[in-house]
């Protein structure tokens, strides 16, 4: 069974900089994408950031520009960036990784963006 570990969420003022890192307790290597979603109160969870085992990542519009993802299979990371934060952007934060068919979630990792 694959655990993913996020850490790095807090409180930050608009503009701010985050990061987020997620660690995972087996290799990388097999996982097709890596990548990160979010979830506000009263909405369903939703992709932010993803970074396939090949290709290009894919960004939801509302973050390009200023979130960037980033893997490390060797070290079998993949942390998310955040810059320019906004209130917009207060969620919980969690890891996912593909592997096959099946989805893998970490537990979540609060963001709040606020002054």
């Known amino acids: 069974q694959v655990q993913l570990v996020e850490s790095g969420g807090g409180l930050v003022q608009p503009g701010g900089s985050l990061r987020l890192s997620c660690a995972a307790s087996e290799s990388m290597f097999s996982f097709n994408s890596v990548g990160w979603y979010r979830q506000a109160p009263g909405n369903q969870r939703a992709m932010v950031a993803v970074?396939?085992?090949?290709?290009?990542?894919h960004y939801a519009d509302s973050v390009k520009g200023r979130f960037t993802v980033s893997r490390d299979n060797a070290k079998n990371t993949v942390d998310l960036q955040m810059n320019n934060l906004k209130p917009e952007d207060t969620a919980v934060y969690y890891c996912?990784?593909?592997?096959?068919?099946?989805?893998?979630w970490g537990q979540g990792t609060q963001v709040t963006v606020s002054s």
């Open positions: 996912n990784g593909r592997v096959g068919e099946r989805d893998y």
């Open positions: 970074k396939p085992n090949w290709g290009s990542s």
